[in-house]
């Protein structure tokens, strides 16, 4: 049985102001973690999905809230993140609480002397464990993010030497997923509720697309459109206004929007507004513009909402 944590990835629509042409993109790398429940402590495991790159390091941190818990313990996972030829190893890891700012960094590091360039890579490579005492009932709120944000320090490297932090697609994290909430029976990368309210049944996978849309069934469940109905689909539609570009997209409960801009779709592309909530059935926004002889570019990506 596997447990899921949401959002998969973050699903993201590029469109050409006047041209209307898109495309999708994933993250490179999922970081994932499952909590367990145990009388008075939460016992929180992560993991890493990079099915496509192979990482010399890692670096997350958990956010927690003192009101509800309080860590007492906090590794990472040395068998795996460590300096040395494979049977005498030494740590190349580290884990911190920092309760003055309630924050648990996990910061881990692979270099194999007997295969250097080798990194770790595939899924659900275990990166650490972390455990809290709770002393109030309930699941506690608790949340993913990187270790470190100053520009010195980098946290997930790639054996190709990208620094995939601060890339387009490079990192995504999900939510803490607690033992109960949603499982995937199956193995398919889709909760076992979404496929019965979709499809009856746990036949289909995560690449598949019955309704013949360019989104995949993974996809459809990360932007709320139905994977039957090949009118439901997540785009753009841009237009010229008079006060600017207008931006319009089918939205959905519980989803979160973002929208960037580029004068150039191989540029480096600008936040023009973040954290977005839908609007059911649409979502509109107009982009300010400055010169309309200039083509822009723009990208909307949709993640789902913390519960």
Not at 202 to 214: E, H, I, K, T, V
């Amino acid at each position: 049985m596997t447990r899921l944590s949401y959002p998969i990835n973050t699903l993201v629509i590029a469109s050409l102001a006047f041209a209307g042409t898109g495309a999708v993109g994933a993250a490179e790398v999922d970081v994932s973690a499952e909590g367990t429940v145990k009388d008075d402590q939460v016992v929180v495991e992560l993991f890493g999905n990079a099915p496509d790159v192979t990482l010399y390091s890692f670096g997350i941190r958990i956010g927690y809230d003192p009101d509800q818990v309080e860590p007492i313990d906090a590794e990472t996972n040395g068998a795996q993140w460590y300096f040395g030829d494979g049977k005498n190893n030494k740590p190349y890891s580290g884990a911190r609480i920092l309760a003055e700012t309630s924050r648990v960094l996990l910061i881990g590091g692979r270099l194999d002397t007997e295969s250097p360039q080798a990194g770790l890579g595939g899924n659900e490579i275990r990166l650490g464990t972390v455990t809290f005492t709770k002393p109030e009932a309930g699941t506690p709120d608790l949340s993913l993010g990187l270790a470190r944000t100053e520009e010195s320090f980098s946290n997930f490297v790639t054996t190709e030497g990208r620094v995939l932090d601060d890339i387009e697609g490079g990192i995504s994290f999900g939510t803490v997923q607690f033992e109960g909430e949603s499982t995937d029976t199956d193995g398919d990368g889709l909760p076992d509720e979404w496929e019965e309210e979709h499809f009856g049944d746990l036949s289909q996978s995560a690449q598949d697309n019955p309704d013949g849309d360019r989104l995949t069934n993974e996809e459809e469940f990360i932007a709320g459109t139905d994977p039957q109905a090949g009118d439901s689909v997540f785009s753009l539609q841009v237009a010229l206004a008079p006060e600017g570009i207008r931006l319009r997209w089918q939205s959905s409960p519980d989803r979160i929007y973002s929208i960037k801009v580029s004068k150039s779709p191989s540029g480096d592309f600008e936040t023009l507004e973040d954290n977005i909530e839908a609007t059911p059935p649409e979502n509109t926004y107009i982009a300010p513009i400055d010169n309309k002889s200039t083509p822009r570019f723009y990208q909307i990506s949709v993640r789902r909402a913390q519960p």
